[in-house]
């Protein structure tokens, strides 16, 4: 909401519950702010992956059990206490919309909205045994559940999901499902229109399936396990039109269960942690396939868990046995002789009796990477400059306490993963999710104190720079921009005088440039 008055000779208005005052001789640069604001919600977007549902049901008697969020309010994590009724143990799966606002979640079990109530026609996920078996905590597989926007539809998002079909001792699923979501339906709260449509039918992993954008932007490649004989991974290719079976590769090794999945975020490389190793491999983003490359066996007795590479898509990490954090570079020409111990943990419980062990990770949109811990605990570890080699990684255990359980992570793919510019099967054109090396960006607000926003996305894969220039052209101050990210919070010193300047963004060979007016500094 925006209120406004005239006092003391001087425009007063409040924004979000906070008090602006701007002298009357700048009143000519106020209609800069109003048209950045009411352009702001067409800025670059696609920040599917800002809204973090953890914890428990808020029903239970518990004091410590309840539902939280992990938000990323201009790329800055804020952690809240959130009443729902939804339980997450390991299955999470959840996305917003292209500027952050959440749409709909799912722990497996069923499909819930925006305002935590059940989805239409969002009951009933997974028909088993075993879903029923946990139909009021949400199913305890992780990487069970991966939502991503249907490709050429605008309101349209495809949800592919699995549980445990096969009977104990096997206890594998059968199927890999499918479900539709039109957020057009209930009025904007979304519509399953479609509900657990088979994709395939085999003795499959029962997690880690993944997807991956594929090269011309659009698409996607979905990588889902097979377990058996001639262990492997089917591949799926999602249009427009169909999904359909592409490829079947087999693989050199069984880990009897998976841990975690993940593409780099550029997508030319895939990693797993299955029990008792990882695996390493290249990823064609045109045709699918994957290229075996090396893997590490630790042992029968040691198993891997949690997997994650850095947003420079260098570093790979993986737990081992909840105790460690391992470091490979994907660059070395040996990986696996690349190892290092980049964290071992450190006793710490929270609260008292329950360790904070290792375990799940998930990249964030602000370039750091989130840690859960192997049991329900109050703590998320993170690794704070994951593109650093070794220990400069900086392994932050429990550096987030929160004040309920907590036992999962959400499953994301990367979202923000454009055309492979150049590619043989870089062949679409006037496609949404395609990114080019067009550099408009946003300022919000402008004029400004010092204080702003800029809203932009950068050539696929590349690192930016902003710049203040005065109007003679000489640089006052710059930073970098991260390419992971869409929206940073910019705090100029007292250095820069108020008045008029120049803002620049630069990333490879390209640039663009706009006004930039600042007061009161």
Avoid at 196 to 218: K, M, P, Q, S
Avoid at 242 to 262: H, R
Avoid at 361 to 387: F, N, R, V
Wanted: aromatic share 14%.
């Amino acid at each position: 909401m925006i209120l406004f008055s005239i006092l003391n000779g001087n425009l007063t208005f409040w924004f979000n519950v906070k008090l602006y005052v701007v002298p009357m001789k700048h009143i000519r640069y106020l209609s800069f702010v109003f048209l950045i604001f009411f352009s702001y919600q067409n800025c670059v977007g696609q920040q599917n992956d800002y809204y973090w549902p953890l914890g428990y049901a808020s029903y239970s008697p518990s004091p410590l059990a309840g539902g939280m969020s992990l938000t990323f309010p201009s790329n800055v994590a804020q952690l809240d206490t959130h009443s729902r009724p939804m339980w997450f143990v390991y299955t999470n799966a959840t996305i917003s919309n292209d500027i952050g606002q959440l749409l709909f979640y799912t722990n497996g079990v069923y499909i819930a909205n925006a305002v935590d109530d059940t989805m239409m026609n969002g009951s009933g996920l997974n028909p088993s045994w075993y879903t029923t078996s946990f139909s009021n905590t949400g199913l305890r597989i992780p990487q069970a559940a991966l939502i991503i926007p249907k490709p050429g539809g605008d309101s349209l998002f495809y949800l592919f999901h699995s549980t445990l079909d096969y009977p104990t001792p096997l206890a594998r699923p059968r199927f890999l499902y499918l479900s539709t979501i039109n957020m057009n339906g209930d009025n904007g709260l979304g519509d399953v229109t479609q509900k657990n449509h088979v994709i395939i039918e085999d003795t499959l992993y029962d997690n880690a399936f993944n997807v991956c954008r594929h090269a011309n932007g659009r698409d996607w490649w979905l990588l889902v396990q097979r377990w058996g004989a001639n262990i492997g991974y089917y591949t799926f290719l999602v249009t427009p039109d169909t999904i359909q079976q592409m490829n079947y590769q087999t693989y050199p090794f069984d880990g009897l269960q998976a841990g975690q999945s993940c593409f780099s975020p550029d997508g030319s490389k895939y990693i797993i942690s299955y029990w008792w190793g990882v695996a390493f491999f290249e990823f064609d983003r045109c045709s699918g396939m994957l290229t075996f490359i090396d893997h590490k066996y630790f042992g029968g007795n040691i198993f891997c868990l949690g997997a994650s590479i850095s947003p420079n898509s260098r570093y790979a990490y993986v737990t081992l046995g909840g105790n460690e954090i391992l470091q490979y570079d994907l660059n070395a020409s040996n990986i696996v002789a690349s190892e290092q111990v980049v964290a071992t943990y450190d006793g710490f419980q929270a609260p008292a009796g329950w360790n904070t062990n290792f375990w799940m990770h998930q990249i964030g949109p602000d370039g750091k990477i989130y840690i859960s811990t192997t049991s329900t605990t109050m703590a998320l570890h993170t690794i704070e400059s994951p593109d650093s080699a070794g220990v400069a990684c900086n392994v932050q255990q429990h550096s987030i306490l929160l004040p309920k359980f907590n036992a999962a992570l959400p499953n994301f793919p990367n979202y923000r993963l454009g055309a492979l510019a150049g590619s043989p099967c870089d062949t679409l054109t006037n496609v949404n999710y395609v990114q080019t090396p067009d550099m408009k960006f946003k300022v919000f607000p402008n004029p400004n104190n010092g204080e702003f926003q800029i809203s932009y996305q950068l050539p696929q894969n590349k690192q930016g720079r902003l710049e203040i220039l005065d109007i003679n052209g000489k640089l006052l101050w710059s930073r970098n921009l991260p390419s992971w990210s869409t929206i940073q919070k910019i705090i100029i010193d007292d250095t820069i005088p108020q008045g008029f300047y120049l803002i620049r963004i630069k990333a490879d060979k390209n640039f663009a440039t706009q006004k930039l007016v600042i007061y009161g500094n």
